[in-house]
């Protein structure tokens, strides 16, 4: 069964380069452990057959998007691009467990592209399991990531009504259940694909980026001076 945790650490968020951090407390809900069999099973055996079919179309849908912003073109595309497009997906796809942005971008069905503000995600276990959270904003999916091949995961997890509600077992409740793919496009940069097809949109993506860790800055020190030679007589 799934419930909510809350770990309390220090966090903070460098939104440009050489601006100063910040120490600030936050709480990240996660979720426990899978049960053993969740945790060895392949995200084939574990994903509905819907999810099945979204997950395979997604490349598909994933180009359709891409294509049309290109027509399109103008400033978002330069700035996301890679988020959207499908040969962006690079090698050692797996995220680092800790604190990230996870900002939405949307590709309307003209391939106009939405830019939407930030939110948090964690990222949260050990080499048996790996999970992700959205912990605030308007959707709220929490969920377990499967490996698949090298350059991408499955995310197979439910949607909570509220942060801190427990997450609900992926597999019971086909109106939450959701789905999606993740994999890495630049240094410290991933992008989650979900596979639903958002109202009045084409695409969502998710870019997933580590927060700045809070490093205490050093305390000055007052050094030792040297004495100075005595000359000889």
């Given amino acids: 069964m799934v419930r909510a945790a809350v770990l309390c650490l220090a966090a903070s968020v460098c939104l440009t380069s050489g601006c100063a951090t910040t120490p600030r407390s936050r709480a990240f809900v996660k979720i426990d452990p899978p049960t053993p069999a969740e945790a060895q099973a392949d995200w084939i055996g574990i994903a509905t057959s819907a999810d099945r079919a979204l997950i395979d179309g997604l490349p598909a849908r994933m180009a ?54 930030p939110d948090t995600c964690y990222v949260d276990g050990d080499a048996g399991a790996v999970s992700l959270t959205k912990q605030n904003g308007a959707s709220l999916p929490g969920g377990w990531l499967h490996a698949d091949g090298t350059k991408r995961l499955v995310f ?33 940069r991933w992008r989650m694909t979900m596979t639903g097809k958002p109202r009045n949109g084409l695409l969502d993506v998710y870019e997933l980026v580590p927060m700045t860790p809070s490093v205490p800055a050093p305390r000055r020190t007052t050094s030792a001076r040297t004495p100075r030679p005595v000359r000889a007589a």
């Fill in 64 to 117: 359709a998007a891409h294509a049309l912003a290109a027509k399109r073109g103008g400033p978002r595309l330069a700035a996301d691009g890679a988020l959207i497009d499908p040969a962006a997906a690079l090698d050692l796809a797996a995220l680092p467990p800790g604190p990230y942005t996870c900002r939405l971008i949307r590709v309307d069905p003209r391939g106009a592209i939405a830019s939407f503000s």
């Fill in 156 to 188: 197979l997890g439910a949607l909570r009504r509220r942060a801190p509600d427990t997450a609900a077992p992926y597999g019971q409740n086909a109106a939450i259940d959701i789905s999606a793919i993740i994999e890495r496009v630049a240094p410290f």
